[in-house]
């Protein structure tokens, strides 16, 4: 059973970096594309970053700059390292991935796994 178990939230001050880790387990397979998607209260869900598994990332217009995922292999974890944070970013930020994909993971609509979200608080 595959599992995505977030950690690394916490509440920081304008300006201040913090950086999320997704360990993912349950699957044997190299081909992965995973994404980090935050969502605040009265706010619609928002992709924020995503990669695949030659490394190819893209970010959302928000984020791009201050954000950076990645991954290690070895480990089946994916970061977000945040940086610049600033209280827009306060939200509930969840970790997604889809294995064995066909096509492109830029292409892709929709995720099967989730993990549980861990909340990040930025205040001014």
């Known amino acids: 059973q595959v599992q995505l178990m977030e950690s690394g939230g916490g509440s920081v001050q304008s300006g201040g970096s913090l950086r999320l880790s997704c360990a993912a387990s349950g699957s044997a397979s190299s081909r992965v594309c995973m994404a980090w998607f935050r969502q605040a209260p009265g706010k619609e869900r928002e992709e924020i970053a995503r990669?695949?598994?030659?490394?190819?990332?893209t970010y959302a217009d928000s984020v791009k700059g201050r954000f950076t995922i990645s991954q290690d292999n070895a480990k089946n974890t994916v970061y977000l390292q945040m940086n610049s944070l600033k209280p827009e970013d306060t939200a509930m930020y969840y970790c997604?991935?889809?294995?064995?994909?066909?096509?492109?993971?830029?292409?892709?609509?929709?995720?099967?796994?989730w993990g549980q979200g861990t909340q990040v608080t930025v205040s001014s």
């Open positions: 990669i695949d598994n030659y490394d190819w990332t």
């Open positions: 997604a991935a889809k294995f064995s994909y066909i096509g492109s993971c830029s292409l892709l609509t929709n995720f099967d796994y």
